[in-house]
Nanobody, 127 residues
Framework: QVQLVESGGGLVQAGGSLRLSCEAS????????AAWFRQAPGKEREFVAS????????YYGDFVKGRFTISRDNGLDTVYLQMNSLKPEDTAVYYC????????????????????WGQGTQVTVSS
């Protein structure tokens, strides 16, 4: 059974930082791209960032504007999202996402999410 377990969310003041982690129990994780999405109350889920299995390719949502960095450690089957200069509008549940198909890419995850989702971790940014 595939599991993606996120952690690292919490309450932070505007301008602060958080580091999210997502640990995958997926044998092929090191060969797959991975992504972060988020969903704010009353809004649709949106793409945040994605990373290729080699970490060579990384993509970000337009709203990130250099504030977030996605990374991964394939030895630990973990993907990270370092979030700096957080704003109240970053408040959302953040989800880890991994595709089932080895043909998926970090670029394709920008427009089509993968099949596996974590349970989400809440990020709340106060003003």
């Amino acid at each position: 059974q595939v599991q993606l377990v996120e952690s690292g969310g919490g309450l932070v003041q505007a301008g602060g930082s958080l580091r999210l982690s997502c640990e995958a129990s997926l044998r092929t994780f090191s060969s797959l791209p991975a992504a972060w999405f988020r969903q704010a109350p009353g809004k649709e889920r949106e793409f945040v960032a994605s990373i290729s299995w080699t970490s060579a390719d990384r993509y970000y949502g337009d709203f990130v504007k250099g504030r977030f960095t996605i990374s991964r450690d394939n030895g630990l089957d973990t993907v990270y999202l370092q979030m700096n200069s957080l704003k109240p509008e970053d408040t959302a549940v953040y989800y880890c996402n991994v595709p089932k198909n080895l043909l998926a890419t970090a670029r394709s995850l920008m427009v089509r999410s993968g099949e596996y989702w974590g349970q989400g971790t809440q990020v709340t940014v106060s003003s």
